[in-house]
């Protein structure tokens, strides 16, 4: 004889078995992942637009919204400001799990990763329809190009650029009677010069910790003059050239810099020199007004950082160009790409590129006052026209580039700087893996 | 005499006016068993130094004009303090995280009493397999998860609201805290509730006449960690929330971090204003906390 059910026992195991469905089902119920196609939408009504630099250039996003929704009445933008530190992975969950913008800021670090989830719309025949057409620096499109790992398809419109820049401080440089740091020689005796350790005195900041590779990438492209990434499916990386100019940058670790400069990332980086008793910072235009805050313009010049001969060639590498992209799963795409077309118009990217202290993209930005009174955004801007310079494009496409340069390399920069690795061993390390990046990358793409 | 007075801990006030001898004098510089009291204090007061500084550094730069170079908050602004406020939108972002924190402060507490009286009053199939996976649950980082609740709440049409940081919150606090209130629970004598059914109470209202009352420093445990644990988080915010107006403090603070620039007055004036809270909460509550956190340390 089986035993009586208990009623409320019963109800209890009713009651849990429907909780575990359900929430079971809600776990695993398919959304609508951020790569499905959306629509052209009426050309009107609300879009979403990601900041990917949020919070500091809110200000600036803010003023062109409102214009363009004076323009365009019967459109409205939602802005929504994400921090910079963070825009991948909010994109990578938005991707994986839905909830994309319409519009969204877009740097050539990250393109590839987008391209790749088939994220973003291709943009050249729009381009090439709108009244951009023309009007974006050759250099900038050849990036985006680049990095967006297809040669015919732009996958954002550029809107700005940046540049490396050797700041350094005129009135130290007065003082202790040295000229501007226009030749290597120059600026690793200024270097030396200006440091006095025990006065807490230093001639050079450098990056130590996060972000550090690129700019070391960059201090040894420009001195060893190799204009090129690659040699065949090879890196130059770990050329000769690159390496003894890798010693050279490193060595003035400590012996011109303060010991702190280990774990700077540029946040540091830059506080220590604005602190005021620094010479000289290889950073980019984008620091410009903090520099410009805490010394005024007269004590502050940025120049590009020297050719490697005296009136030789000036090797520059590709800084990431930073753009608008336009999401394949909108529902009001039109009403996106007029956005998208308006923020990049001359008028609006010179406006934005003022506030951000960047190279604008829009080519009718050229003659604007602002551009011609901030001498180190001319000089910038100047560089890559002048036929001495070459430029250097980093492999952005690969989507292994930002751990290889970033987590991989960046502990064993600090074991360089602290002598626990030879500069020759520290480049043919990061070549190895760059090397086996690029074959994969094309074994997955033939 | 003075010597008995001793022992019993009684210290002898000499009249005023009369310099204590230097015997005396000595033993007030020792602490009871013996130990000098720079040796206490010297090492206290080195780690506080090491403590504090950084917070002196972000005061100082929240105080200090922009391009200032000194090392002393003076000549003092509030310029950096009226731009996260008003330009920077940090009244909105406090108001969230504070809504955020209350209600994962209350839910967190509600749940945790219910599943912590469960597992120190119950006996029931599985209990131990339960405690074993509520501990398994804590190594789980919550980056892992994203995906996953992202869809849900996108399912259940919570993405950009704070619901969804409120119940991601909670349920990432529940394990421990459940964990640590079925010990402060276990603590409280079971024949104090039998006492109060004898007397004719619901086991309810038993609980809530007995055992409640002598859970305060636990419950204040458990509400205070969840309450600082959710101002702090910064994952789930910047995931789940998408509109300007609903960001909590610590992506507001992120956000002052730009891509090549960093307003270091800003910040610091963010981090000010993001750490008040927190000062706050333990000061009014440390006694609690640590009554709290040893209770529940001793029964597991």
């Known amino acids: ?446 | 005499m003075t010597a008995a007075l001793a022992e019993k801990g009684i210290r002898a006030v000499p009249p005023a006016g009369i310099t204590p001898p230097r015997t005396a004098r000595r033993r007030r510089r020792a602490v009871d068993d013996g130990t000098p009291r720079w040796q206490i204090y010297l090492p206290l007061g080195l780690y506080l130094l090491f403590t504090l500084v950084p917070f002196y550094w972000m005061l100082l730069f929240a105080v200090r004009p922009a391009g200032s170079t000194s090392l002393v908050p003076w000549p003092a602004t509030g310029e950096h303090f009226a731009k996260v406020w008003n330009e920077r939108s940090f009244g909105m972002y406090f108001q969230n995280s504070m809504l955020v924190g209350v209600a994962t402060l209350i839910t967190t507490t509600v749940v945790a009493l219910c599943g912590g009286y469960a597992l120190a009053r119950f006996r029931f199939r599985g209990k131990s397999a339960f405690m074993l996976g509520l501990l398994c649950s804590q190594f789980i980082p919550g980056a892992l998860m994203l995906v996953p609740l992202f869809e849900i709440f996108r399912n259940l049409q919570l993405i950009n609201s704070l619901w969804s940081v409120i119940i991601a919150e909670t349920v990432f606090q529940l394990p421990l805290s459940i964990i640590l209130i079925s010990g402060f629970i276990k603590n409280v004598p079971m024949a104090l509730e039998e006492a109060a059914w004898v007397d004719g109470c619901s086991r309810f209202r038993g609980f809530c006449a007995v055992v409640l009352p002598v859970l305060r420093p636990g419950l204040i445990a458990v509400g205070s960690f969840a309450f600082v644990h959710s101002w702090n988080h910064f994952l789930f915010a910047l995931m789940f929330l998408s509109s300007q107006d609903k960001q909590t403090i610590p992506v507001g603070l992120n956000t002052l971090i730009g891509a090549d620039s960093v307003d270091l007055g800003a910040l610091a004036a963010g981090g000010v204003v993001a750490a008040v809270p927190v000062v706050i909460v333990f000061a009014f509550i440390q006694k609690w906390l640590i009554t709290g956190f040893s209770a529940g340390a001793v029964k597991g």
């Not at chain 1, 420009?222 to 050279?248: C, H, M, Y």
Request: hydrophobic fraction near 40%; glycine fraction near 10%; charge should be neutral.
């Open chain 1, 1 to 446: 004889m089986s035993e009586p059910t208990n009623p409320h026992r019963r109800s209890r195991l009713i009651a849990a078995t429907a909780l575990i469905a359900t929430l079971a089902l809600t776990a695993t119920a398919c959304g609508d992942s951020g790569t499905k196609s959306g629509d052209e939408g009426k050309g009107q009504g609300k879009i979403v637009f990601w900041d990917n630099n949020g919070g500091v250039r809110t200000a600036v996003w803010k003023q062109i919204i409102a214009a363009f929704e004076k323009k365009n009445p019967d459109i409205k933008v939602e802005y929504v400001g994400i921090p910079i530190a963070d825009v991948q992975k909010k994109y990578d969950t938005a991707i994986a799990g839905g909830g994309l913008p319409d519009v969204g800021g877009v740097g050539t670090a990250y393109l590839a990763n987008m391209v790749a989830q088939n994220a973003l719309e291709p943009l050249t025949d729009r381009i090439d329809g709108s009244a951009l057409k023309g009007k974006l620096v050759t250099g900038m499109v050849t990036s985006v190009l680049a990095a967006g790992g297809d040669a015919k398809q732009l996958y954002e419109v550029p809107t700005s650029a940046n540049q490396g820049t050797l700041w350094y401080r005129t009135d130290l440089f007065t003082a202790a009677g040295l000229q501007p740091p226009t030749t290597w020689a120059g600026l690793y005796a200024a270097a030396d010069k200006l440091t006095d350790v025990e006065s807490n005195k230093f001639g050079f900041t450098l990056r130590g910790g996060k972000g550090s590779i690129a700019q070391a990438l960059e201090m040894m492209y420009a001195q060893s003059g190799i204009d090129t990434f690659w040699n065949g499916d090879r890196t130059t990386v770990n050329d000769p050239r690159n390496i003894a100019a890798l010693e050279k940058y490193a060595g003035l670790y400590k012996k011109a810099t303060p010991e702190a400069d280990l774990n700077n990332d540029f946040v540091k980086m830059v506080a220590e020199f604005d602190q005021g008793s620094i010479g000289m910072l290889q950073h980019n235009l984008g620091s410009y007004t903090d520099h410009v805050k805490a010394f005024g313009k007269d004590r502050i010049d940025g120049i590009p950082l020297p050719p490697s001969t005296d009136g030789g060639v000036r090797t520059v590498v590709s800084n990431p160009v930073d753009g608008l992209g336009l999401f394949k799963s909108g529902t009001n795409k039109a009403a996106a790409w007029k956005f998208i077309e308006f923020a990049a118009s001359a008028e609006m990217n010179s406006l934005w590129n003022e506030s951000a202290g960047a190279i604008p993209a829009n080519t009718g930005t050229a003659g604007d006052k602002w551009i011609t009174d901030a001498k180190p955004t001319k000089a910038a801007m100047d560089s890559p026209n002048d036929p001495k310079t070459k430029i250097v494009q980093f492999p952005y496409y690969l989507p292994d580039w930002n751990s290889i340069t970033k987590a991989d390399s960046e502990p064993d920069f600090q074991k360089l700087l602290l002598g626990k690795t030879s500069a020759k061993d520290f480049a043919d390390k990061l070549a190895d893996k760059l090397n086996a990046a690029q074959a994969d990358y094309k074994k997955h793409k033939s």
